[in-house]
């Protein structure tokens, strides 16, 4: 890996190539999945005609063990049938979004899941109507015995689902009730516009929802500044409808919860992976207890940058600036590999293969390319990785290591866990991608002496812990209190909104700084608050991944952890990170990965002194 310093100058223009011009060596290898077209084309025609012969099982699935093994294999065969022309489809439309054959299989493929969710929608309503006692006898029954997980799973949601009637008429308004969420999509990515801003080369770059976040890390505080304001005046013109949206999508989550005989709606929300509310007020009161090192870090920042005063469009631009790399993809696979060394040779080994000739990475831009990256398997396939990787992009690193962290999660699930038992939840989802990080943290600040690159590196780690440990939190506290709002009777109108985020934002920034009036709006334009109970899960995410890290850093039995990765969904969350030696339900993994902000806090003072 080189390290190269200088001075910011635009970059030369790029020319994005064709898919068409792509080396076949950078693109990911689908032949595992179909290996042309025409095959997916047969396996969609297998699906129409196999599907309806579920309607042979209506009215009897729980009449026997053999009854109800037979219509559970009949679902899988069809779900795992589903998973694949689902994958395929989706990575090829990701490949090239303007492709017209891609689009238009997708397009197929959703039209046909309509009607076969529709055809299996009486199988969970006839299994959940049995009888406690013909229920635990299919439990106990040798035929089940590779079901006991899913079905002990589905009979939790026993005394939340309704009658038959009543269910269809949840179902049947559920696109009308959630409409909010397509109203907010709409209004912001497509309706709302933000001019344009000059960046710090003076040239006139179009503000949008996806260019702010790279104003914010223009070394020019003007530019900042100016994008800033100019992103949050158009969400002032439209803050009435926003409110109205999100205020429609609280009542929503909370008719719900009270439909369905749930306490509350955040504890609808934790049911499902049986997360005790304990764990949610746990990671906010923890959070609540650590809020001076974060002051202390602002501090630091706005003493870096030579600012007289702080706002939040100062906390997005790099503190240490003048460092670019420059790590071509296989320098990148071999930081990476390094890095995950201490997980053993069998996890080195496969991911070395599939990021390498066994081609799970499409590795870079192209024209109708999905920007970002994600990691994305099926049962039967490879764990594929979308990315678009810049050699000249220090961040893009850190990407390949997280998302094969999820692979590699995903890699193991499927070679131990059968069909029915391999997913894992969401609120596992985040640890072994976020656990990859923090190795490559240590591997890279092990490996050099360099004053400024280690600032850069802690610096980075830092601004992860802040965004994903103490904001995601914020927002959690913040979704907690006016869904607590709704259900007390309060109403849900703008300047509600507004003077609860405030007080959130008061307390999670400190004195010191200067908290913008347009910042309130904030909290009107955060996607995930429309699929409410989400943002904590990167939280505890986090410091599930810290505590794990540390274990196995530390020289802690590895097993354990490649034991979490083989579990998949076999269990609830809060018992596999227990059995992985995190205690979730205890304030103290928050409060380690805490400790360690506050470690990095120090170090980045240290490294930053003058001189």
Request: proline share 4%; glycine share 6%; with cysteine.
């Amino acid at each position: 890996m080189s390290f190269v310093y200088h001075t910011e100058t635009a970059g030369a223009a790029r020319n994005v190539p064709a898919r068409s011009e792509v080396r076949l060596e950078d693109t990911w290898d689908l032949t595992p999945l179909y290996a042309s077209p025409e095959a997916w084309e047969a396996d969609f025609r297998l699906l129409q005609e196999r599907f309806p012969k579920v309607a042979e099982f209506r009215g009897r699935v729980a009449e026997s063990a053999a009854t109800l093994l037979e219509v559970l294999e009949f679902e899988k065969s069809v779900d795992m049938l589903v998973e694949k022309l689902g994958q395929y489809a989706s990575l090829r439309t990701t490949e090239d979004s303007s492709n017209n054959e891609s689009l238009a299989r997708e397009a197929r493929l959703e039209g046909l899941l309509v009607r076969v969710g529709e055809a299996f929608s009486f199988i969970a309503p006839e299994l959940q109507s049995a009888p406690d006692e013909v229920f635990d006898g299919f439990l106990k029954d040798p035929l089940l015995a590779e079901w006991v997980v899913p079905l002990k799973k589905l009979r939790r949601l026993k005394s939340h689902t309704l009658s038959a009637n009543e269910e269809r008429l949840l179902a049947l308004g559920s696109v009308a009730m959630r409409g909010h969420g397509e109203t907010f999509s709409q209004l912001t990515n497509v309706d709302m516009k933000f001019g344009t801003v000059r960046d710090d080369q003076g040239r006139e770059r179009e503000l949008t929802q996806s260019s702010f976040s790279s104003f914010l890390q223009q070394r020019n505080p003007a530019v900042r500044r100016e994008a800033f304001h100019k992103f949050y005046a158009e969400f002032r013109d439209h803050q009435y409808t926003l409110a109205t949206a999100y205020a429609n999508s609280v009542r929503a989550d909370v008719f719900y919860a009270r439909a369905r005989n749930y306490p509350s709606a955040i504890e609808a929300a934790l049911f499902r992976d049986d997360v005790p509310l304990s764990v949610y007020e746990n990671l906010i009161s923890t959070v609540r207890e650590h809020l001076p090192p974060l002051y202390r870090y602002f501090d630091l920042r706005k003493r870096v940058l030579g600012l007289d005063e702080i706002h939040h469009y100062d906390t997005y631009v790099p503190m240490v600036g003048d460092v670019q790399t420059d790590v071509p993809w296989d320098g990148a696979v071999d930081q990476v590999l390094a890095a995950l060394a201490p997980l053993g040779e069998e996890y080195i080994a496969t991911l070395a293969h599939g990021l390498r000739e066994g081609r799970w990475c499409d590795r870079y831009e192209n024209k109708g390319k999905r920007s970002g990256a994600f990691s994305s398997g099926t049962y039967s396939s490879p764990p594929y990785i979308m990315m678009n990787y810049k050699s000249d992009v220090f961040s893009d690193v850190y990407t390949l290591a997280h998302e094969a962290g999820h692979s590699m999660h995903t890699w193991y699930a499927t070679r131990t866990q059968s069909f029915q038992n391999y997913h894992y939840p969401i609120f596992l989802a985040e640890v072994a991608s976020t656990f990859n990080e923090i190795l490559l943290t240590e591997h890279l600040l092990k490996n050099t002496d360099d004053r400024r690159m280690r600032a850069y590196i802690i610096n980075r780690q830092i601004d992860d812990l802040r965004g994903t440990l103490y904001r995601q939190t914020m927002f959690a506290e913040f979704e907690k209190a006016v869904h607590a709002a709704e259900e007390a009777g309060e109403a849900l109108t703008l300047e509600r909104f507004k003077h609860i985020y405030r007080g959130l934002l008061d307390a999670y920034f400190g004195p010191d700084f200067v908290i913008d009036d347009e910042l309130e709006l904030e909290c009107l334009r955060i996607p995930h608050f429309y699929g409410a109970f989400y943002v904590y899960k990167y939280a505890t995410g986090i410091s599930a991944a810290v505590a794990l890290a540390e274990q196995v850093l530390s020289g802690g039995d590895v097993e354990r952890y490649l034991n979490f990765l083989r579990s998949g969904g076999s269990k609830f969350p809060i018992e596999t990170l227990a059995e992985a030696g995190v205690d979730m339900s205890s304030p103290a993994p928050v409060a380690a990965a805490l400790a360690l902000f506050e470690r990095r806090v120090a170090e980045l003072e240290d490294l930053l002194k003058e001189g």
